[in-house]
């Protein structure tokens, strides 16, 4: 049988807390197979742990490999970053929104430069996820002039448009109403069957106890390390 | 021995400056040159850079222009009809207004007015980490933020100029005309510009329009992405962006001024 390649591997990578305001970590292995969902337990304190970025190739390990769809970050060119990271679709932890585009245009952004669907279909699209999150529609107007907690879920409506093959969810719940929280899990289910990779970086777990999820593999990083849960738990229903 | 060494050093940072603006030049053209770097994101970003760089720059260039044409052509015709050199009107105002003047005011007025825009856009979006996410959505910052941004600052300065010149020379004749110090039959006045014009003058007007609106789009956007994520570096990254772009302008004027004539 062929072996599947996984969506995203991290081999024995190490980053130390530098400059860059991040929090440093040690010797971390996992990888997230198309399908799978992984939540990583980020304990209070330390947040800053980059591993979004270490995972989409913005930033380069000190030491071990980061591989997307079997190939390297480092060793792709820097088109062929731009073209895998267009595999990708992230919920920031910080500020996640050019502001001199609106909306909508922010919405659509990766998918149209990504793509050549349709900029109709694209819109329909966004339009559609913004009604699923609880959203009246997508407000006429750039991110500035948005409440926080709107823009949080605009960035769920962001992270779900297209076929990705990897959503990163930075602690997506941050500033966003915690009774939308069943809709994110919703729709985080559904791409899990549909074959898309989540990486789920959370600081609270509560919201998914009680909650049937199908592969759905757990991380807590503890120390500098990064260490696997029991999970069986979460396999179930 | 200190004196020299720090002239050294200058010497040594600004060879290492030129070369990273040649580095970034070359890789915008070749990217501007591939179909598959024109996404829609990025047509965008062209169309709207082109809309306030250069439509909405018209009305101030007319104004600059037409006040530029009325001292510079009525002038040029005074001081040529003392000298009984009438004949040397045309090949006198095509080489002050459309080799010099024009080619240099239009850039010093983009750089001041689009290329210090330009330059505090990049650092501020660079501050709010707005490239990182960018980049994490598959948008390389070079094709979408420099690269149409030096493309219409290219385009711009070259479609500026031709208005700035057209309005200059209508100006200075009708000024021309009512002072009485010129032709004022508009056929004359055009013949003889127009035989003022060489061959040469086209490739100068080109050199002096594409090359520096290119390298202006370049040195702002990369003084603006220079920026690492302080707001106060903001001011600083745009004031470095105004002295090196005019710099740059000055410096290719010259030496397209002299190959022109060699």
Known sequence: ?237 | MFGLAIIGKGAIDLFNRICRLASISAAVLSLAAKPSSWTRPTRMVLARQILFTGYDAIGFIAVVAMLTGISVVVQAQVWMGRLGQSELLGPLLVTVIVREVGPLLVSFIVIGRSATAMAAEMAGMKVRREVEVLDAQGLDPLIFLVMPRAISMALCIFGLVMLFVLFSFVSGYLSGAFLQTGPTDPAIFGRSVIRGMQARDFYNVLAKTLLPGLVIGVIAASEGLSVEGVATDVPQAVTRAVTRSILAVLFISVVVSILTYM
């Open chain 1, 1 to 237: 049988m062929q072996e599947l390649t996984p969506i995203l591997e991290f081999k024995d990578v190490s980053i130390h807390s530098g400059s860059l305001h991040i929090t440093g970590f040690s010797n971390v292995d996992f990888s997230l197979n198309r399908g799978e969902v992984a939540l990583i337990m980020i304990e209070e304190g330390r947040e800053h742990i980059p591993l979004a970025p270490l995972a989409q190739g913005l930033l380069t390990p000190d030491s071990g490999k980061v591989y997307f769809n079997g190939k390297c970050w480092e060793e792709a060119s820097p088109g062929r970053q731009s073209l895998m990271r267009g595999r990708i679709r992230r919920v920031f932890e910080h500020y996640g929104w050019v502001t001199n585009l609106d909306i909508m245009e922010n919405l659509c952004l990766a998918e149209s430069h990504n793509t050549q669907r349709p900029m109709e279909e694209i819109r329909q699209e966004v339009c559609s996820l913004a009604r699923r999150f609880g959203m009246d529609g997508v407000p006429d107007a750039r991110p500035t002039r948005v409440h926080s907690l709107l823009l949080r879920k605009l960035e769920w409506v962001r992270a779900f448009v297209g076929t990705p093959d990897l959503i990163i969810l930075e602690r997506p719940f941050a500033g966003a109403p915690k009774a939308d929280a069943t809709r994110l899990l919703d729709a985080v289910c559904e791409a899990s069957l549909r074959g898309v990779a989540v990486l789920w970086i959370a600081d609270d777990l509560r919201v998914f106890e009680g909650r049937g999820m199908v592969n759905v593999r757990r991380f807590r990083m503890s120390g500098d390390n990064m260490l696997a849960e029991d999970f069986k738990r979460e396999t179930n229903t």
